[in-house]
């Protein structure tokens, strides 16, 4: 069994590590504090690469992979769980384009994104009706001649204020799953509306908005994939989709047990380091017994992707253990740093806030769990 990683996925890996850790983690709290996106981050990523790491070369692509992919991730969650998300989304809404999108749809959109002259990819598929069950959803998409009309609004979109395109999944039949179609609408279309900013508990550097069509006109070159088959674009999405949370919690598990050990070591009480305490050992122990169990997890969701074998059930896994084990090493790195894990000063308060979310979008725990015994019982 091999678990080494090749060359190319090492590189990505570091360079994705040293951006995090000289430009992102110094940075976090204060983005963190005033919810500010940080824009000049984000192009930088771009610049590196890091917005279209599994994307083709000849559509501005690194072409490296899901694995890599998944470790870039997870350094970048690392330094700023803010920008891993927005990373995650963004090419998770490229390779969306580059799996379904016509010749046409591929040379337009991703090179845009990749560059980062798209600052952000917005994955349009929640409503307030419609979360863990889409075929609720009431946003319609009419025909009209050689156009499609949008009409409704969709939830907590992620990047909804910055994205230069957007997929859109809307009513174009009956009821269910069935009748649904997927769009690309672009940022700018004067019908499509990004809301008020949401006032989030974690994340709070990652743009999150409703965003309203009001008779938001797109042409009949806009339908992405065939016409009432749209359902089946997002759970492929979905499953790739549940890697990047997977690798995103992971990353914050990652940087609350990094800040507890240390602080371990650090901390003295009855005259010697707090690490020395069974108590605290068995803590951190457990801690890195569950991210080291995440990681595998992650991974070999990650190499399925990439060598073109199932990997539903595997993505369902690695997404409910890894965001379950990061918020629990979350909790005992506070509980590590005692009060003064409840105060912002310490990068394991913003953690802790950060990983909640994890076990909830790109599908619940809860719905992770159907999945997986779903597949079980095929």
Known sequence: MEFSL??????????????????LDPNAGEWDQTAEFPVDAIKQMAELGLMGVNIPEDLGGAQCGPVALSLAITEIAKGCASCGVTMSVTNMVCE?????????????????????????????????????????MKVTAKKAGDKWILDGEKMWITSGTYAGVHVVWARTGGKGTQGISCFLVEGDNPGLKPGKKEDKMGLRASNTVPVLFEECEVPSSALLGAENEGFKVAMMALDGGRIGIASQALGIGLSAQEAAVEYAKERRQFGRPIGDFQAIQWML?????????????????????????????????AKTWTTEAANRVCDNAIQVHGGYGYVK?????RNYRDVRVTRIYEGTNQVQRIVIGRNLLV
């Open 285 to 317: 122990a457990d801690n890195e017994t569950e991210l080291a169990a995440a990681k595998h997890l992650t991974m070999r969701a990650a190499w399925l992707k990439e060598v073109g074998k199932p990997f539903t059930q595997e993505a369902s896994m």
């Open 345 to 349: 000063e310490y990068s394991v308060e």
């Open 6 to 23: 090749s060359e190319e996925q090492v590189l990505i890996r570091d360079m994705a590590r040293d951006f995090a850790k000289n430009e």
């Open 96 to 136: 969306v384009i580059d799996k379904f999108g016509t010749p046409e749809q591929r040379e337009k959109y991703c090179p845009r994104i990749t560059s980062g002259e798209y600052l952000a990819g917005a994955f349009c598929l929640s409503e307030a009706g419609a979360g863990s069950d889409p075929g609720a």
